[in-house]
């Protein structure tokens, strides 16, 4: 009784840490900023009011569509700043706004006042600005790095990446007309997967609205290459959501594994959780040490009872 009420509290403080440590590596972001954030004299110079205004407007003006791109006029060069946001995916319009809101706070108080060009990123948008000496807001094609969340599993083999990145390349052109474009890929499981069966992988491509068509197609080769060097560097197991992230364009791969009965879940979250084993062996090796106690307690009683009620016959018959 002890261990069945026992095991799920330990199954469930598992799953919690293990659910911790992917929202850790989900909620992650970068923020690159040019030069080096250093202490400005002029901190109300007329760029920095220009730019918090941008700033403070671009997260409503992004919203609808999941991009925008806006910037001051009529003022001098240096004085001009221009700002981007781009939400990742199918992203609703309240979730855009609230991560754009998100990423003004935090790259205004990373980059500092001094920083005439800076560029941010997470798993859900970017947000990039820059002066009037800039071609652009952000940092043009500089994919800040690859993002992975959710349960780590054993990457796909050589093949599969192959195949995926030519699919992934196969969505730019529909990508470089402003759509979000999906496909879907099957893959044998890899090496070391506990699950059985093909896996399947939903690649997404998107571009931000502004870009040729060519930028778009260059932009997600870019990428998907760049995935496939993470995928290979170490061989080991990342999360089965990965997304490349950049300043023009966004490639996400989402892999999806046949459900494990619960009993190989239970094992396969044994042998992943050395300290959950041990937690549970002891606790086993407990009650069965209590039920062999209880048995000879019992079966000790059981013989005097029967003793007395024996000794109890014989001196009726006497």
Known sequence: MALTRCIPILLLVAMTASAGASEDRANSFVAKCYPQPTPMSDGGSAFRENLLDLLKALPSAAAPTGFASLQTGGVAVADRALVRGLCFGDSVPKRCRRCLSNARKKITRKCGDASRRAGFWDRRCFLGYADGANSSAGLDDDFSTVFFSGDAIPIPDTVSVQNLVALAQSLAPGAAKGSVVTADATTPASKGDATAGNRTVRVLAQCARDRAAADCVGCLREASLMMAKTWEADGGAHGRVAAVVGSNCYLRFQISTPRLPL????????????????????????????????????????????????????????
């Open 263 to 318: 009993i190989q879940k239970i094992r396969r979250m044994l042998k992943d959780n050395l300290v959950l084993t041990v937690c549970v062996a002891v606790m086993i090796v407990v009650v069965v040490c209590a039920v062999i106690v209880f048995l000879c307690v019992w079966t000790i009683r059981n013989n005097r009872c029967n003793a007395v009620l024996e000794a109890m016959s014989a001196a009726d018959d006497d």
